[in-house]
């Protein structure tokens, strides 16, 4: 069922969304140098390396396999029209070929960059890499990037656990909040107070 809805709402939403797909594709061509779509390796499910998909938010000069929230000086990589797509999440659009190619899910872990090896093996002992990654996800409605890694393992595993259709249709609506008012996005380096973020985390 999982499958199904994947298949049949990626391709409706890249139908419909073509005309904003292509206009998006224009504004980056014309406003900086480099690819329209930028691809980074990441781990799917049972640990398969695949290349996400995004919109380049970032000049081509940018540290490729850095997560951004780690970047010391974001703004100075992020272009004019990234930040509207970034704040938009607007630059995830392209990851909608990713789940119909079979790679990714609506609802899922966030994919971890292949160099993230403490966040791989603590999802390989908790059973999260057996499962799809996804655009959004439990962690994602909870925090998002101001999760220390331990934490946002505890929030899949939570999610791989207790899966079911309604408590996806619930990330999914949490998410479009999130999203509108730009919760829990971190731009650059932040200093995180890890045991404290671990004794407040509530799923």
Same mark, same amino acid.
């Given at each position: 069922m999982?499958?199904?809805f994947d ?31 930028f ?43 990234g930040?509207? !797509? ?5 630059? /995830?659009?392209? $990851?909608l070929?990713n +789940?119909?190619?079979? %790679?990714m *899910? ?7 960059l292949y ?5 791989i ?9 057996k499962?799809r ?14 999760l ?30 999130s999203? !509108?008012?730009a919760?829990?996005?971190? /731009?650059?380096? $932040?200093?995180?107070? +890890?045991?404290?973020? %671990?004794? *407040?985390?509530k799923?």
């Amino acid at each position: 069922m999982k499958r199904s809805f994947d298949l049949f709402f990626s391709m409706i939403l890249i139908i419909l969304l073509s005309l904003l797909i292509l206009a998006i594709t224009l504004v980056i061509r014309l406003s900086s140098k480099g690819p329209v779509i930028f691809k980074q390796r990441r781990i799917g499910k049972d640990k398969r390396e695949f290349n996400i998909y995004k919109f380049r938010s970032m000049y081509i000069d940018t540290p490729k396999d850095v997560p951004t929230h780690l970047l010391d000086k974001p703004d100075a990589f992020i272009t004019p029209v990234g930040k509207i !797509l970034r704040k938009t999440s607007l630059d /995830e659009l392209p $990851q909608l070929f990713n +789940i119909l190619k079979g %790679e990714m *899910s609506f609802v899922g872990p966030r994919p971890a960059l292949y160099n993230q090896y403490d966040l791989i093996e603590l999802r390989e002992k908790e059973g999260v890499n057996k499962i799809r990654p996804g655009i959004t996800g439990w962690a994602q409605i909870n925090g998002r990037d101001e999760l220390p890694i331990p934490v946002k393992v505890e929030y899949d595993k939570y999610y791989v656990k207790n899966y079911s259709f309604l408590l996806d249709i619930k990330i999914i609506f949490k998410t479009f909040f999130s999203v !509108l008012f730009a919760k829990g996005v971190v /731009e650059g380096r $932040q200093e995180v107070e +890890i045991e404290e973020k %671990e004794k *407040s985390v509530k799923v």
